[in-house]
């Protein structure tokens, strides 16, 4: 790799988004052999010297990594805790590579977590201008009454934002609760939890079942396993745009 504008090689090396990595451009917090860079710089990735407020940056030269987990609850979709939680990357031997959690499900969720390094790919995964429905299994204590039901589906306003309107399936109902299943097109914090909490519903148990055409498939609470070549070809295909062709 050789010649690439700045941002890409940022954002390839897995520090930040292309996005994020213009802006730091702008400010004067990188710098090419010593000097600093200016928006629109290329570099020679086998020769120069590129920092960020004075941290060296070196590319990542070797294969990328795709990775899909069940992540089980009581794991942070992160590399590292302050406070020593377990992180969904303790789960994970055997990969040499530093991969970071695409998006995140909170602590007490589970369900399909991606991960990679391809600093790319995952910001297109996390830009809003996309929407790759993700399909989740949410158990909630007690009946759903149909009013519940049609207002989990409107357009609810959380933190003064407006969301998009869910699709939302009752499923099966018994004693223990009932099964409700959301397919979102975007992803604020704790989205579900919340939209349930104005709708007077209390989560058991939320897990993540799909983003895309991507499935679970039978993997295990906890297990991972790598993406296949057409599954990351499928995700750069939904994410495409003239803009990152």
């Known amino acids: 790799m050789k010649d690439v504008r700045l941002q890409k090689f940022v954002a390839d090396a897995g520090l930040m988004s292309r996005r994020a990595a213009e802006a730091e451009i702008e400010r004067g917090n ?41 992540k089980p609850r009581g794991y942070l979709s992160s590399t590292s805790d302050a406070r ?18 695409v998006g995140r499900l909170d602590l007490i969720s589970e369900g399909m977590l991606l991960l990679t390094n391809d600093g790319e790919l995952k910001n297109r995964l996390t830009h809003p201008k996309f929407s790759l429905p993700k399909l989740y299994r949410v158990k909630v204590s007690g009946e759903v009454s149909d009013e519940q039901l049609i207002l989990l589906g409107s357009a609810m306003e959380i933190d003064g934002y407006t969301i998009k309107p869910v699709e939302v399936q009752r499923r099966e109902s018994d004693e223990s609760g009932t099964v409700l299943k959301f397919t979102l ?20 148990r939320l897990s993540r079942i799909s983003i895309g055409n991507l499935k679970l498939d039978g993997l295990a609470v906890g297990k991972w396993r790598f993406l296949e ?10 994410t495409r745009s003239e803009k990152n062709v």
């Open 30 to 70: 990188f710098a090419v052999n010593g000097h600093v860079a200016a928006l629109g710089t290329k570099i020679d990735t086998r020769a120069d010297v590129v920092t960020y407020k004075g941290r060296r940056i070196d590319a990542r030269t070797s294969e990328k990594i795709y990775i899909m987990m069940n």
């Open 84 to 101: 020593g939680r377990k992180c969904v990357t303790d789960l994970i031997d055997g990969v040499d590579e530093r991969i970071y959690p």
């Open 185 to 204: 097109f975007e992803g604020r914090n704790r989205q579900i939890r919340r939209m349930c909490e104005i709708a007077g519903l209390t989560v058991k």
């Open 229 to 238: 070549k057409s599954e990351v070809d499928y995700l750069y295909k939904a």
